[in-house]
């Protein structure tokens, strides 16, 4: 695959941090680990505040939910993007032109756009019809991210 226009990636991938990962015993799969359990504690967060938002658990007080839930998310985001960047670098070449992590990295962008965008007041269906669409992005992003691997 032509690489051109990806310098930045051909360094990191030649970089300490990238030959690390591909030469560790360790580093790979302990990032790969922690990148998966932090994926589950992203989208279990997200979906079960999305959900409450599309109005099911209406016995437990959104507020509450949210207070909850979206720090939750946060540590499980922070973790995400470290170890992503550590798994990136192992193979940042064929990765930056691979065009499902190409739609993974701009749909995580929408994603983190979107739940910005929570923080605004609006009518109940616009937010109904924004809980869902991340509920679609977030699923997305974790799809895309997986058949990465293949393509």
């Given at each position: ?24 015993l ?5 990032a790969n680990?922690l ?11 997200v979906?079960?505040?999305d ?12 507020a509450?939910?949210a207070?909850?839930?979206t720090?939750?998310?946060?540590a499980?985001l922070?973790?995400l993007l470290?170890t ?8 940042a070449?064929g ?18 756009a979107?739940a ?6 609006r ?23 997986r ?5």
């Amino acid at each position: 695959m032509d690489h051109a226009g990806f310098a930045w990636a051909v360094a990191l991938q030649g970089s300490a941090l990238g030959e690390a990962m591909r030469s560790s015993l360790f580093l790979y799969p302990a990032a790969n680990l922690l990148h998966v359990l932090a994926l589950g504690f992203l989208l279990g967060p997200v979906i079960l505040l999305d959900l409450r938002i599309l109005g099911l658990g209406r016995v437990v007080p959104l507020a509450a939910a949210a207070q909850i839930l979206t720090g939750m998310a946060g540590a499980a985001l922070a973790v995400l993007l470290v170890t992503g960047g550590l798994l990136f670098s192992a193979d940042a070449a064929g990765l930056a032109a691979n065009p499902l992590m190409q739609a993974k990295l701009a749909l995580v962008a929408l994603g983190l756009a979107n739940a910005a965008l929570f923080r605004l007041e609006r009518p109940g269906w616009r937010r109904r019809v924004q809980a869902a669409a991340s509920i679609l992005i977030w699923l997305l992003v974790t799809i895309c991210g997986r058949l990465a691997a293949y393509v």
